[in-house]
Nanobody
Framework: QVQLVESGGGLVQAGGSHRLSCAAS????????MGWYRRAPGKERELVAH???????SFADSVRGRFTISGDNAKNTVDLQMNSLKPEDTGVYYC?????????WGQGTQVTVSS
């Protein structure tokens, strides 16, 4: 059974930095992509960042230049480094790992950015 567990959520001041980590267990196949989504209060869940098995990355316009993503395919871990945080970055952050059409989700971790 595949399980993804996020860690690192918490309360951060605006302008600060914070790092989220995600580790997967139960994966014995190649992952095509890893990433992070978030759900802000009252909003739909949105993509934050992806990293693909070849190393290419993509970011939401709202976080590009402030967030970086790194992944380790051998360990099935993915991290999200968040810099210059803004109150609008507040939300529940979900880790994902994808193989083909199947996406595995973590349970989410809360990040709150105070102004």
């Amino acid at each position: 059974q595949v399980q993804l567990v996020e860690s690192g959520g918490g309360l951060v001041q605006a302008g600060g930095s914070h790092r989220l980590s995600c580790a997967a267990s139960g994966i014995d196949f190649k992952i095509d992509a890893m990433g992070w989504y978030r759900r802000a209060p009252g909003k739909e869940r949105e993509l934050v960042a992806h990293i693909f098995s070849g190393g290419a990355t993509s970011f939401a316009d709202s976080v590009r230049g402030r967030f970086t993503i790194s992944g380790d395919n051998a360990k099935n871990t993915v991290d999200l480094q968040m810099n210059s945080l803004k109150p609008e970055d507040t939300g529940v952050y979900y880790c994902i790992m994808r193989r083909g059409l199947t996406t595995y989700w973590g349970q989410g971790t809360q990040v709150t950015v105070s102004s």
